[in-house]
């Protein structure tokens, strides 16, 4: 596939940029070379290279979730600045009418 100037007009309208007449040309020949290049990528012999997920390697670091049948409330209320009822208690963020 060869970047030519209607195909960078038509890019440039649907990222709504406007781009001089006098740089059409430019922005073809660099979408040219940077399609070549992915070309050239897509040709490699990779073997059984796995594709990566990430650049490192991720293991999952959360706990099993288990019931557990315990109510730790009150504990857990203790860590509030303002309880009542056995809820927190927070500034209201909404007005009412």
Same mark, same amino acid.
């Given at each position: 596939m060869a970047a030519d100037i209607k195909t960078i007009k038509k890019i440039a309208d649907l990222a709504a940029i406007f781009i001089e007449e006098n =740089? +059409? =040309? #430019?922005? #073809? #020949?660099? +979408?040219d070379t940077i399609i070549n290049y992915m070309e050239e990528l897509k &040709? +490699?012999?990779i073997g059984d290279t796995k594709p990566m997920e990430h650049i490192l390697q991720m293991n999952n670091v959360f706990r099993e979730d288990k019931v557990t049948g315990? &109510?730790?409330? &009150? =504990? +857990?209320?203790? %860590?509030a %600045?303002?309880?009542k009822d056995g809820y927190f208690k927070v500034p209201a963020v909404v007005d009412l009418l």
């Open positions: =740089e +059409l =040309e #430019a922005y #073809a #020949a660099q +979408l &040709n +490699l012999d315990q &109510n730790m409330r &009150n =504990e +857990l209320i203790k %860590n %600045n303002i309880a």
